[in-house]
C-alpha cells in the first residue's frame, strides 16, 4: 500500500508537491475554552512537518503565544491505492496515523507485505492501547486490513479482495454513496478534498 495522505492537485500551490498533505488549523483560545484532556501520540512526519511549519508562522505574528496541538480531534481524508483498488475515508487523525504504519516506502520492492503487532504499534507510535485496537477494528471493517491468523494480533494490509469480500466492499461503497446523496447540500460543501487535514490546537 502506497501513497497515503495524498492531496488533490486542484487544491495545491502552483509551487508545492501535488503528493504533499494539506493541513488546516482551528485555534482554540484558553480563555474561551476549557481544558480539553487529549492523548497524545507520534503522527505521521509529513504531518508533523507542516504542523512545525505552521506553529513557526503562528508564533512569529503572535510571539507571546505558542500552539498546543490536540491530536486527536480533527478530521483526515486518506486515499489508499490497494493493488485492486483505491479507497478514500474521512477518518479522525489516529486512524489515519495507524493505518500510515503500513505504508509501504519500499522503493526496491513495493510488494514487501508489511505487518504490525497490536504492541508494536503501541511501541512505535506511542499510542493508548484502546486508540490502536479501536483504529484496527475500523479498518478491518473497511476490508483495508485483516489479521493473518485469527487471535494473533498481527495485522496486514489487505491488497486484493476475494469475491465474497469484493461483495461486502462494494455493499459498503453502495451504504456511503447512498449516505452521501441523502445528505444537505451544507454538508457536502464541507466534505474535505483527499489529503487534508483538520486539527485543532490551543493558544
Not at 475515508?89 to 519500499?106: C, G, H, K, R
Not at 454513496?177 to 444537505?184: R, S, V, Y
Request: net charge negative; proline share 6%.
Amino acid at each position: 500500500m502506497k501513497d497515503l495522505l495524498k492531496k488533490s492537485p486542484s487544491s495545491a500551490p502552483s509551487n508545492v508537491d501535488s503528493t504533499e498533505p494539506v493541513l488546516h488549523a482551528k485555534i482554540l483560545s484558553r480563555l474561551f475554552w476549557p481544558q480539553l484532556q487529549d492523548t497524545t501520540y507520534l503522527i505521521p512526519p509529513a504531518i508533523a512537518s507542516l504542523q512545525s511549519r505552521y506553529s513557526t508562522g503562528f508564533e512569529s505574528l503572535k510571539a507571546s503565544r505558542k500552539l498546543t496541538w490536540l491530536p486527536t480531534l480533527g478530521q483526515t481524508t486518506v486515499e489508499l491505492e490497494l493493488q485492486d483498488r483505491t479507497i478514500v475515508e474521512e477518518v479522525l487523525p489516529w486512524q489515519a496515523t495507524v493505518i500510515y504504519a503500513f505504508n509501504n516506502d519500499s522503493a526496491s520492492d513495493p510488494n514487501v507485505e508489511i505487518t504490525k503487532s497490536v504492541q508494536e504499534l503501541i511501541d512505535t507510535l506511542e499510542m493508548d492501547r484502546s486508540l490502536v485496537i479501536s483504529a484496527l477494528k475500523f479498518w478491518t471493517h473497511k476490508l483495508v486490513l485483516h489479521e493473518t491468523t485469527p487471535g494473533s494480533g498481527i495485522y496486514a494490509v489487505l491488497e486484493t479482495l476475494d469475491p465474497s469480500d469484493r461483495a461486502r466492499s462494494d455493499a459498503q461503497a453502495t451504504a456511503a454513496g447512498a449516505g452521501a446523496e441523502d445528505a444537505p447540500d451544507a454538508g457536502a460543501k464541507d466534505k474535505g478534498i483527499t489529503g487534508e487535514h483538520d486539527v485543532y490546537a490551543y493558544e
